[in-house]
């Protein structure tokens, strides 16, 4: 009879040390797999990362080749079409273009500013009879490819466009969408240039041609 209670008490034991094991496996094993899934996560969110900051870099990179390119050329000044045009109007043209350059891209502006003739520009300083210059100040929602593609266009636009500065920060949120501030500079003669060359401003070592400028950078 001893034998058989004891031996009952090691079933029981064993039952219930094989119910508590169950038990205990039953509530750690969502935790593991939701701890296993969270790791997924954070590993694909870190590979996408990584991802989107090398396909960052390369635009980046891009965007400095092509920004290089266009202080080394040579581009034409913008001249208006008609005389005594004013402030508001002598950039309508140059203004036109631009915003549309970012629209044709499906960039959206979220907010925008201009200034006139700034002072530390020399053609400001040496030629405000001359050239009437604009400061035009963006800031842009975008990807990555159209961006690429408004840098590329601003590059192969006939007129003088200085790139002042292009800051470029993927969203917190999604990394595929950037936020960037764009500042352009624009130049115009401000009248109609019916001459061949125009002399050298005070200051400048470089003949300000409306054809074949030299630009100061």
Not at 169 to 192: E, G, M, N, Q, V
Request: contains cysteine; hydrophobic residues 35%.
């Amino acid at each position: 009879m001893d034998k058989q209670k004891k031996y009952f008490g090691i079933i029981g034991f064993c039952v219930a040390l094989a119910l508590l094991i169950f038990g205990a496996y039953q509530l750690i094993m969502p935790k593991v797999k939701e701890i296993e899934t969270l790791e997924g996560t954070i590993t694909e969110k870190q590979e996408m990362l990584s991802k989107k900051e090398n396909e960052l870099k390369i635009v980046q990179a891009k965007i400095k080749k092509i920004k290089d390119s266009i202080i080394t050329s040579q581009k034409k000044i913008y001249s208006p079409v008609e005389a005594e045009l004013g402030e508001d109007t002598l950039f309508f043209t140059l203004y036109s273009d631009v915003i549309e350059m970012v629209n044709s891209n499906s960039i959206k502006i979220k907010s925008l500013d201009y200034v006139y003739n700034p002072e530390t520009d020399a053609f400001v300083k040496f030629g405000k009879d001359v050239y009437f210059v604009c400061d035009v100040n963006m800031e842009l929602v975008s990807n990555y490819v159209n961006l690429g593609k408004l840098v590329q266009d601003l590059y192969q636009y006939p007129y003088y466009i200085k790139i002042n500065e292009l800051d470029v920060k993927p969203y917190d949120k999604d990394k595929t969408i950037l936020l960037s501030k764009l500042s352009l500079r624009l130049y115009a003669h401000t009248a109609p240039d019916d001459t061949e060359d125009i002399k050298s401003l005070p200051g400048e070592e470089k003949v300000l041609d409306g054809a074949t400028t030299n630009l100061p950078q």
